[in-house]
């Protein structure tokens, strides 16, 4: 059978209720989530791979349907990789969709056969960043209310 696959890629630094919320309501749709960490060595993070990718692992202990993973290169080549053609993202603002639009477009040159899929963000968490999620806690503020519980 031919799997519904998605990808859902970021560096999830830290991995926010936004990006829960957007893995979640997608669920339906597709027979599997590969919440896909990106892995940029230019990049300087608050947490490693190693550390990301347990606590998403943790997050979603309980999904069959969620696999967590990591890629160098490009995201549209990891898709094909991995027989995935599906790519999800989350929007927020005007900001994400212009953004998004010329990614998606260009991976579409790229890769015609990967679809990428939005899902709008929802009203409450449309503020929410990983930018300002690791700023509250490099300044010692309490940053669980943006963070996923761990079942
Ligand atoms: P990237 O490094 O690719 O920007 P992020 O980890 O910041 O990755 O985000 C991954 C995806 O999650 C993107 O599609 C982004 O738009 C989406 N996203 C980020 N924050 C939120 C949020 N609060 N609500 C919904 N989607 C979000």
Redesign the pocket.
């Known amino acids: 059978m031919n799997l519904r696959t998605a990808v ?6 830290p991995f ?1 209720v ?2 829960a ?2 893995v979640k309501r997608a669920l339906p749709l597709f027979d599997q989530i590969v919440i896909a960490l ?1 892995e940029n060595s230019q990049k300087k993070y608050m947490n490693t791979l190693e550390e990301r990718m347990n606590n998403i692992r943790a997050i979603f202990k309980d999904y069959d349907q969620i696999q967590v993973d990591s890629f160098k290169g490009l995201t549209v080549d990891y898709c094909k990789k991995i027989d995935a053609r599906f790519l999800l ?4 603002n005007t900001a ?1 969709f212009e953004y ?1 639009r010329n990614i998606a477009n260009m991976n579409r040159e790229i890769h015609p056969e990967v679809e990428t899929v939005f899902l709008m ?1 929802s009203p409450q ?2 503020s ?3 930018t300002i999620v690791r700023e509250i806690i490099k300044h010692g503020g309490d940053a669980s209310p943006f963070l996923p519980v761990k079942p």
């Open positions: 859902f890629p970021g560096s999830f630094d926010t936004g990006h919320d957007i990106g993202r989350g929007l927020r994400d998004e963000c968490h449309v929410v960043s990983s």
